[in-house]
């Protein structure tokens, strides 16, 4: 195939975009040339717009929320238009389920005006918890994507457009995601502004890191990042949710995909 391969993604701590990237190198071998799309944070979301078209491939990868496509990825997705361009949703989820997040972005695409003839679902280290899917992706995940890369370029390359047909339900789930909690800043913070820098909403006031604003959308991208563990969900509705994860959700799930 000739034309552009679009890698787009939303990836506040970096398990979507670590997978997409492994499908697009699986992708590669089309040898069409390449283009990273990078909307975690808000001022690439603002006013975002590509337009493709036939002969080009986009890989859309995300995490999923509550069984859902992140809100705002959503909105930012109506700057996205396919004119018979394909596009392959890569949902990461925490190890629990992906639900629907497969077929809402299924159709979030194909409305766009994309052929959606392949979608996957893989394995990321849960955003609330490092102890469920620890260190995922991880190299057999990587190897994985891949593989389903090289899978769905062998099926463009024979001009199969036929679209796939992933796990989810229609209507969706209800949607869940937007939590109305913020993270808490401890006394071992250091004032460093990392939370500050990687916040994908701007939430975070850089000149004061314990003000949050209401933006918040639980990513936890901050938890993750912060070198001293001093921002936290400890004591909310968050941190129960961790825990009730921790309790049923430690069995190693496998990456689902759908040619």
Known sequence: ?????????????????????????????????????DLTMAPAREGFA????????????????????????????AGLAGEGAVAVPVAVYGNRDFDDALVEMA??????????????????????TRLVGTDRPDAAD???AV????AV????????????????NRPYTDYQADLPFMPVT??????CGVCAHVCPMGAIDPADVRRVDECCISCCACVKACPEAAKTFEGTPVDGVAH????????????ETFL
């Open 186 to 191: 401890t006394d071992a913070c250091t004032d």
């Open 107 to 128: 159709d979030i695409l194909a409305e766009a005006g994309f052929a959606v003839p392949a979608a996957g679902a893989f394995v990321g280290e849960h955003s609330f």
């Open 142 to 144: 990587v190897e994985a």
């Open 153 to 168: 370029a062998a099926k463009l390359a024979a001009g199969d457009l036929s679209a796939a047909e992933p796990r989810g």
């Open 1 to 37: 195939m000739t034309g552009k391969l679009a890698v787009i993604y939303f990836s506040p701590t970096h398990t979507s975009r670590t997978t997409a990237l492994a499908v697009a190198e699986g992708l590669a071998e089309l040898g069409m040339e390449a283009q990273d799309v």
């Open 147 to 150: 593989a389903f890369g090289a």
């Open 50 to 77: 590509l337009e493709l078209g036939e002969g080009d491939v986009a890989v859309v990868g995300y995490p999923v929320y509550a069984g859902r496509v992140p809100r705002v990825l959503a909105e930012a997705l």
């Open 244 to 255: 009730m994860l921790q309790e049923n959700c430690v069995a190693r799930r496998e990456p």
